[in-house]
């Protein structure tokens, strides 16, 4: 569900979401979540199929780091979006005390 998120394959995410994936799963490397991954390379699609599965919105990597700061570092507007819609905190800091608002 990673790699299919991150390379912004949504028909694979939508497969493997259907087979039962767990969307909550932290990457071993980063500790990064698929959402993050998502929002990170602005695939609305994932985001979208990643959000209706009940990944947490607010989940977060090693660093405090949520997928609103991966999509708000990158200028990803419309991941941003998507996220903000489901209830993405804009106040959350990572480890700096950074927001996502600061990033964009």
Sequence with gaps: LHLA???ALAGMCEIL??????TNIQSTIDGAFSLHHAAQICSTACVRLLLRAGTDVNAREHNFLTPLHFASSKGRVDAAKLLIAAGANLEARDRQGTTPLRLA
């Design 5 to 7: 998120a991150s390379e």
């Design 17 to 22: 979401l259907a087979e039962g994936a767990d």
